[in-house]
């Protein structure tokens, strides 16, 4: 194959939403016709007029798109059917094909097939269970082995990049091309992405849509980095690598040969990593605009609030839908203490946290240093631990016992909320102590 000329295709059917496995092996095609300075052709399978559905369809097409690659032509099956009734009728003139109650079959004869495949190396068939193939159902819609040979043909893709549950169908295609005179293409079959327990993906493990990761606050360039790794690996195994750079080093020949195994951790870890590089402008442009489209931020807060609670989190966040979870109890009027937290409700500070109060009164300028100044101070003085506080005055602030750095938190919440809050839960103890637990 001219390396000039490399011509491949992906191509989804719009009959649900693009998914991991699918976007993978969009990626791979796009990268290795980028690689080649080839051609990316996107083609879609809409033969199947009732189940495909235009919301499919544009989820798909903005799926790829957001992900960070284009395509050179787009082609649709449904507009293609008079071609595929031209070829089935060839191949009936030839006596290479039979119609039947209104469909059409192909006849065949399986010889050995052996093809040189570009991951697996060579892959022999010798048999197949049967000696006929419907190519034009008898609604006049052609079944997708068919549309799929023709249509490769004759766009002219020499490379065909697809998941592994295909080649069952490669052996029927080729004795197509054969019967048909074409020229047969090059094949990559490539593994299935599997789930942890080994199986392939569920619901529960990573068989989300695109679009559902997008709406969790995953960026879209940690998600293509992600798909990139799940069964190829650039040599200095690098994880974080952008698909400007892959597109250097990517060749279909260096995909594992073995499923590669979906891990959420991994995702969100490398997720992490793309926020964590963000500078600090650029992370509360992105998570402003995320949480704005979910009607999560309070009207008219000025941007310059928003960075700073933002701020508190940007290192700890692995997708922006956290920051929903951690910046609740900042809007929240009243602090709802979560179910983890009993053990410090359950042991009364009344004294301490008053006086750490008044140390906290007194403090002018209420910046984390003063803060955190006051608060050792007030410690000192009760011949207290830090963490002593700590713990139960988090837990007063935010109603959680793990989050940002204590002394930037009552920063961002101001003197007043923190004094308020710290009375609020120096009236819940002196409930439980009057009256017993609550
Ligand atoms: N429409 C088929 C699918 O989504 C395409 C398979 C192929 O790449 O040949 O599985």
């Not at 002219?156 to 169908?169: F, L």
Request: proline content about 3%.
């Amino acid at each position: 194959m001219n390396s000039q000329n490399l011509r491949v295709r992906f191509a989804p059917s719009p009959t649900g939403f693009l998914h991991i496995g699918g976007a993978r092996t969009c990626l791979f095609n796009w990268l290795y016709a980028k690689h080649r300075s080839g051609k990316f052709i996107l083609r879609i399978e809409d033969t199947d007029l009732e189940r495909s559905k235009k919301e499919y369809l544009e989820e798909i097409l903005e799926s790829i798109k957001w992900l960070g690659m284009d395509w050179d032509e787009v082609h649709f099956q449904s507009k293609r059917f008079g071609l595929y009734r031209e070829y089935a009728d060839r191949l009936i003139k030839e006596g290479k094909a039979e119609q039947k109650d209104g469909a059409v079959f192909f006849k065949y004869q399986m010889q050995r097939i052996e093809i040189d495949d570009l991951n697996r190396g060579k892959i022999i068939f010798n048999e197949l269970p049967k000696n006929e193939e419907v190519i034009i159902k008898s609604d006049g819609s052609p079944t997708y082995n068919f549309s799929c040979v023709i249509d490769d043909a004759l766009m002219d893709i020499n490379c065909v990049i697809r998941g592994e549950d295909h080649i069952s169908n490669t052996p029927k295609q080729i004795l197509m091309y054969q019967a048909l005179g074409f020229s047969i293409p090059k094949y990559a079959h490539v593994p299935l992405i599997l789930s942890p327990s080994g199986g392939r993906l569920s619901k529960r493990f990573g068989a989300t849509s695109i679009r559902e990761y997008k709406e969790q606050g995953y960026l879209s360039k940690a998600l293509a980095n992600y798909l990139l790794l799940l069964g190829w690996s650039p040599k200095d195994n690098r994880e974080i690598i952008s698909l400007q750079e892959a597109k250097d080093i990517f060749d279909i020949k260096d995909v594992n040969k073995t499923g590669a195994v979906f891990s959420l951790d991994k995702l969100e870890w490398i997720n992490g990593e793309y926020i964590r590089s963000m500078s600090l402008d650029e992370f509360t442009d992105l998570a402003g605009s995320y949480l704005g489209e979910k009607s999560f931020l309070p009207e008219n807060l000025e941007r310059e609030e928003i960075k700073k609670i933002v701020g508190l989190f940007q290192v700890r966040t692995s997708k922006l839908a956290d920051l929903i979870t951690s910046m609740k109890p900042y809007f929240d009027q009243e602090v709802i203490y979560s179910p983890d937290t009993q053990d410090v409700l359950e042991k009364p500070l009344v004294k301490e946290l008053q006086f750490l109060i008044e140390g906290l009164k007194i403090i002018q300028d209420f910046t984390k240093e003063n803060i955190e100044q006051g608060f050792r101070k007030a410690c000192e003085d009760l011949g207290l631990k830090l963490k002593n506080l700590v713990h139960p005055v988090r837990v007063a602030l935010t109603g959680t016992k793990h989050g940002a750095g204590l002394f930037e938190t009552m920063e961002v919440l101001g003197k007043d909320k923190v004094i308020k809050r710290l009375n609020k839960i120096i009236q819940y103890w002196r409930m439980i102590q009057d009256h017993g637990k609550i």
